[in-house]
């Protein structure tokens, strides 16, 4: 059973990984030479991701994921994204992720083979 703690965590994940509103999104080299339009598809897919089971988000946080990007031409690419917490100065982690106002996200983005 997920608590209410672990529940509110989520649903602030979520509005930020689906708005990239209320906290950093950071991205990787690798992720930086991409086109614009793999950015787009990579960023969207991000935003939309809605796969989480024990399996992939055992904390229930919503906090970390997996997409894939690629056309028929190139084989996919393999792309991780995490949300992380940290207190307002960016110091140490947060104390309490559940408060937004206490809390600055940080939403990284990478290619897998750059972990």
Do not use: C
Not at 57 to 85: M, T
Request: charged share 30%; proline share 4%; glycine share 6%.
């Amino acid at each position: 059973m997920v608590s209410k703690q672990v529940s509110k965590i989520a649903r602030i994940n979520d509005q930020f990984r689906r708005t990239f509103k209320g906290g950093q999104v950071v991205t990787t080299q690798g992720v930086d030479t991409l086109d614009k339009h793999e950015k787009y598809e990579l960023f969207k897919k991000i935003q939309e991701h809605s796969r989480f089971h024990p399996d992939n988000d055992p904390r229930g946080e919503h906090d970390f994921g997996l997409v894939f990007i690629g056309s028929i031409y190139s084989p996919p690419n393999k792309f991780f994204w995490k949300i992380d917490y940290y207190d307002l100065h960016m110091n140490k982690g947060s104390e309490d992720p559940g408060n937004i106002e206490i809390t600055q996200r940080v939403l990284t983005i990478m290619r897998a083979d750059e972990y």
